[in-house]
């Protein structure tokens, strides 16, 4: 009688680098994430790119992004214009790649597979922040090198190699890949896709409109410490007085989203699957 000898199951460990790779994973193999990444950079592109080609200088429109003491109109502001609907675009995606888990049910089986759960939050801050953040850096790169040609011979062009223009597009990748990661937070913490894009919306876009309700005094003090007008100051050419500085901005727009981040791993870990 032949006894046949059965190799011992190998047992796999639950390391951060493994978390790190199935969540890289998963964030590829989901459509959306393509769809909403193209998506992204096309309106950063498309957007600046237009708002250079038909720029005057007649015109009375004031440029720059959203936020306090906006300034005249830039080569980097119009080029960058079309950085608040990418934003959006890319907190939609971070609210998807963890909102969505608990949306089709497949957070049990992660959770299963990583009892400890906060490395999943950080595995999927970890793969869309950086991912954005490349991408956006070269779509704002692209929308101003496009810019250029539509700004030739005007007096606001300028050339990538001008002080302050790389730190100006550099920065708004990183607000971008910031946004995702806010977005990812709040999927987490809210748990509903709907309810977290509502709440993005409503943070970076609505609030600030809604504080100009405020007495002057009090709206004026508080108004640049809003993430949206924090986050433009890191990619603001010109800093106008009543906004933060690009280091101030950055400290706390971060600051922003380390708090979004702390809530959802408070939540992972305090509540059911």
Do not use: C
């Not at 393509?34 to 080609?53: D, E, K, P, R």
């Not at 007096?155 to 223009?165: E, N, R």
């Not at 806010?182 to 748990?191: E, F, N, Q, S």
């Not at 977290?196 to 002057?216: C, M, N, R």
């Amino acid at each position: 009688m032949t006894v046949t000898q059965l190799s011992p199951t190998r047992a796999y460990k639950v390391t951060g680098p493994r978390v790190l790779r199935a969540e890289w994973a998963k964030f590829w193999s989901l459509r959306s994430s393509w769809i909403t990444l193209a998506v992204a950079v096309v309106l950063l592109v498309a957007l600046g790119a237009i708002a250079s080609a038909t720029y005057s200088p007649d015109a009375p429109t004031q440029g720059g992004p959203p936020g306090p003491g906006s300034g005249e109109q830039d080569a980097v502001s119009l080029a960058l214009l079309g950085v608040t609907f990418a934003s959006l675009a890319v907190g939609v995606l971070g609210v998807l790649l963890s909102a969505g888990e608990y949306t089709t049910g497949m957070i049990r089986s992660t959770l299963t597979a990583v009892p400890r759960r906060l490395p999943v939050l950080w595995a999927k801050a970890a793969v869309i922040g950086p991912t954005v953040l490349v991408l956006t850096t070269l779509g704002a790169l692209a929308a101003f090198q496009l810019g250029t040609l539509g700004l030739d011979g005007e007096k606001i062009a300028l050339s990538v190699g001008d002080d302050g223009v790389l730190r100006s597009l550099g920065g708004a990748g990183l607000y971008l890949a910031l946004v995702a990661v806010a977005g990812v937070a709040l999927g987490m913490l809210l748990r509903s896709s709907a309810g977290a894009i509502a709440v993005l919306v409503g943070v970076l876009l609505i609030l600030p409109g809604l504080a100009s309700l405020l007495p002057d005094s009090l709206y004026d003090n508080i108004n640049p410490y809003f993430p949206s007008n924090a986050g433009s100051a890191m990619y603001a050419l010109h800093q106008s007085s009543d906004a933060l500085s690009r280091a101030a901005g950055l400290a706390v727009f971060a600051g922003w989203v380390i708090l979004a981040l702390a809530g959802a791993a408070w939540r992972l870990l305090k509540s059911d699957s």
